[in-house]
């Protein structure tokens, strides 16, 4: 390509542009040509027809012609009079008795299929009984005609004949329909792929006799057959191939008997060296050649094999490769097929993912419309609220004053500026307090007492109405954030859906390397994410350890790859004896959680109101918290179970902590009217960094021991249940390998008796500690609470101790390099 002085590469000539796109554009008239000509307008049917209507079995029978017509009758019935010429004119030219044969039973067929689908009530069993009585009754016709008699060998013969014809048309009614290119499914099954090579070993067998250059055509397109499924499928396939092939070849014709074991050799060797590709497997056919060439024919007879080997390679040669591409991604098992099941996998998720994300976008667009409503500013709403009010004040005393033409036409503005800081002044008090407005209100109205009278009965509705708009804005509030956070929650599992794998394989197979040099045999790896703490990888072992490897050696090894500390978080044993494996590694989290809890019902009694929980929400997450019901017994137990609840499974979710408790706190509040409420204290502590949030509603202080300081978390939120909407305070807090967080309900903070200040008691309980063991704290705590009641349990008591610390994976890292240079 030329360059201009400056270097950038000059413009191709239009004119070069649109010649380029002629020539493309006849290309692919020509092929959509050679499409609709060959296979829609039904000329590959007609081929085959040909080549049917000639082939012979012994030179004699020909089960082929009636079974073809039967099946292309039933499936393509729009070609059937092309095939019937297609046959007749094979078989014509074949011999004569032969074509007279064709047409008799094709004419047969017709007959018998009519009267059988009167009489036999499986309709399914009819087309292949009625080719068998065809080809039975046209065979035993010819021969009468040719013969004047039918012997016990005529009969024997078309016994046959009619038996195979039977099994030829059941299998060609699998291969009919494949013959077209307007194909739905992407894979074959292995009964119609044994149906497809019979039909085309059967459609070769109409090439008997033909010769190129003294080369049998026969031979050369049978090899390229076999090497082309060979290349396209793999060594099974090509045996097949290979096999059925030379069977049908050889029953044909007895002299090509040999052509079983070479098109089975040659199939196997091939296939087995598929991944030379072409040269590859045209190798394998040499050998084979060569091999059966010298068993069953001296030196010199080698060279026709030979030839006719080569001729089939050089075929192989020129086939684009798009034919032997397109046929492996119908052949299972061929990575072609894999690639478009991947293809079709991605698809589906892809479109899985973009119907979650519009789902997404549907609740962003519902939480944006009720924000929408929301942003009215605050005076334009008082505002309105005014007229409203004083509309109905004026309603039932000024409209039917005499005076009312001369308050509020004439002097508008004095009117409504008197009536509105009138209704200020009611706002708060009964009567005007303002001296000054309370002389000018009574110099302009002649009706003062009325007015306020009237103001105060209206003032309650005001009110009322004022209440009402604040909760249904709260409300509208509350949906919306709601709705948003529904709207984040689907965006992420979206993203989760779309991730990908192809983007690891380079770490795949470093991982796989590694191991199998350490003598680990692994089956598969497969990587779904190598974020920064959040690592996932899956692995296949053909069975599973007895000695621990995994944990001792596949997770340290992956933690020196990857830079990061790995372990084993599941392992899963197949169902089958000695079956495979499976195992999920995943990043190790920086700290780990020790949990003890103690728990009393008020009076002794077998249930608490008092409710307590302790969960993993996520890989990294660990939510501790507890819930007080109000009052004692089973109906206060209920409900700090219900709270917990409802929050354990918003929270898992993946919503926000803070919509999730406004959302509990819904819930609980319009679910009865009865005034049930109750108290939350919640902890979550992300494992990666310990960092915790706090959200205490209604609860008593949390502690916080580090060494010998003791910290107080506290918050003032309502219990939830009270009000309908609220404001939730989250309190965030550092944690340190050692932490000791003590969490507790009031029956515990507030249990102590002759105390006067909890707090300081408390703090100095904690100080005061000799152990560090969870457990053991919380029942501490519990006994020195009762012990001051004289052994009376007074109220539920509940105490959750949490004690953070560094979580070391119970195995070192090292480096299966340095091993292998020592």
């Not at 068993?295 to 798009?322: C, F, N, Q, R």
């Not at 009965?457 to 604040?470: D, S, Y």
């Not at 989250?730 to 909890?758: T, W």
Request: aromatic fraction near 8%; glycine fraction near 8%; charge should be neutral.
């Amino acid at each position: 390509m030329q360059k201009a002085e400056s270097g950038v590469p000059l413009q191709k000539p239009e004119s070069f542009m649109k010649r380029r796109k002629h020539v493309f554009g006849l290309k692919d008239k020509a092929k959509k040509r050679f499409i609709h000509l060959f296979v829609h307008s039904g000329g590959l049917l007609f081929l085959i027809s040909f080549l049917l209507g000639r082939a012979l079995i012994l030179s004699t029978v020909a089960p082929f012609a009636a079974a073809f017509f039967a099946a292309v009758f039933v499936m393509k019935k729009e070609k059937t009079a092309l095939t019937t010429v297609g046959l007749l004119l094979g078989a014509t030219m074949a011999s004569m008795s032969q074509g007279l044969y064709a047409g008799a039973s094709i004419f047969y067929f017709l007959l018998f299929l009519g009267i059988l689908r009167k009489l036999v009530k499986r309709q399914g069993k009819v087309l292949p009984l009625a080719v068998m009585l065809a080809t039975f009754a046209g065979r035993i016709s010819i021969t009468f005609m040719y013969t004047q008699t039918v012997d016990s060998l005529a009969i024997w013969v078309a016994m046959v004949e009619a038996g195979l014809s039977f099994v030829l048309t059941m299998i060609f009614l699998q291969t009919v329909p494949l013959l077209s290119m307007r194909r739905r499914r992407t894979v074959l099954k292995n009964e119609e792929i044994i149906c497809c090579i019979i039909l085309a070993a059967s459609v070769l067998t109409g090439t008997i006799g033909w010769t190129l250059y003294g080369l049998s055509i026969e031979h050369m397109l049978s090899r390229y057959l076999v090497l082309l499924l060979a290349l396209s499928a793999g060594a099974t396939v090509g045996t097949t191939v290979g096999v059925v092939t030379g069977l049908i070849l050889s029953l044909a014709q007895i002299g090509n008997m040999y052509q079983l074991s070479l098109l089975a050799l040659s199939g196997l060797l091939g296939g087995l060296l598929r991944e030379g590709r072409r040269p590859g497997v045209g190798l394998g056919l040499i050998l084979a050649t060569l091999l059966i060439g010298m068993y069953m024919h001296d030196i010199s007879g080698l060279a026709p094999l030979i030839m006719e080997s080569v001729v089939a390679i050089g075929l192989l040669m020129i086939t684009p490769s798009i034919v032997t591409d397109r046929l492996a991604r119908f052949i299972p098992g061929t990575q072609e097929h894999a690639h478009v099941q991947q293809q079709y996998l991605r698809k589906v998720r892809d479109v899985t993912a973009g119907r979650v994300e519009q789902f997404s976008q549907l609740f962003q667009t519902l939480s944006t419309s009720f924000s929408t409503h929301l942003q009215k500013p605050a005076q334009e709403e008082s505002d309105e609220e005014v007229d409203y009010f004083l509309s109905h004040v004026t309603e039932k005393t000024c409209q039917t004053c005499f005076k009312k033409n001369q308050c509020w036409a004439k002097n508008f503005d004095q009117t409504y500026g008197l009536m509105q800081g009138t209704m200020r002044e009611m706002e708060t008090s009964e009567t005007i307090k303002d001296p000054r407005l309370k002389r000018e209100w009574n110099q302009h109205c002649i009706k003062p007492d009325r007015v306020l009278e009237v103001m105060q009965k209206e003032m309650a509705f005001h009110h009322a109405n004022l209440h009402l708009k604040k909760q249904m804005q709260e409300s509208r509030q509350l949906v919306a954030e709601q709705l948003l956070g529904v709207s984040q929650v689907m965006g992420d599992f979206a993203k989760e859906i779309q991730r990908e794998r192809d983007h690891h394989q380079s770490h795949e197979e470093v991982i796989l390397e590694t191991l199998e040099g350490l003598g680990i045999e692994i089956d598969q790896v497969d990587i779904y994410s190598l974020e920064q703490g959040n690592v996932d990888i899956e692995m296949t072992v053909p069975a599973s350890f007895e000695y621990g490897e995994a944990d001792k050696i596949i997770a340290p090894i992956l933690s020196d790859i990857l830079q990061e500390t790995i372990v084993l978080r599941k392992e899963e044993q197949s169902v089958q004896a000695n079956g495979p494996c499976f195992m999920t590694f995943a990043s190790n989290q920086r700290y780990k959680i020790e949990t003890g809890m103690a728990n009393a019902a008020k009076g002794g009694a077998w249930v608490s109101g008092d409710s307590y929980s302790a969960v993993h929400l996520n890989k990294s997450k660990y939510a501790i918290a507890i819930s007080d019901g109000m009052g004692n017994g089973e109906r206060a137990h209920q409900e700090s179970t219900e709270t917990l609840q409802l929050l354990q499974s918003i929270l898992q979710s993946g919503i926000e902590e803070r919509i999730a408790i406004k959302s509990v706190n819904s819930v609980l509040a319009l679910r009865t009217n009865e005034e049930m409420f109750s108290t939350l204290d919640l902890a979550m502590i992300d494992l990666q960094d310990a960092s915790a949030k706090f959200i205490k509603i209604g609860s008593t202080p949390s502690y916080l021991k580090r060494g010998s300081q003791v910290f107080k978390i506290e918050s003032g939120n309502l219990p939830i249940g009270i009000l309908r909407e609220f404001d939730v305070d989250i309190i965030h807090q550092s944690l340190k390998a050692g932490d000791l967080l003590i969490m507790m309900s009031d029956g515990i903070f507030e249990g102590p008796k002759h105390v006067e200040n909890y707090d300081i008691w408390m703090r100095r309980k904690i100080k005061e500690l000799d152990t560090e063991d969870p457990q053991d704290i919380a029942d501490l705590l519990m006994e020195e609470v009762i012990r001051t009641r004289q052994g009376q349990i007074e109220d539920d008591m509940t105490v959750a101790v949490t004690k953070i610390a560094h979580n070391h994976p119970r195995w070192s890292t090292f480096s299966a390099h340095d091993k292998k240079a020592q």
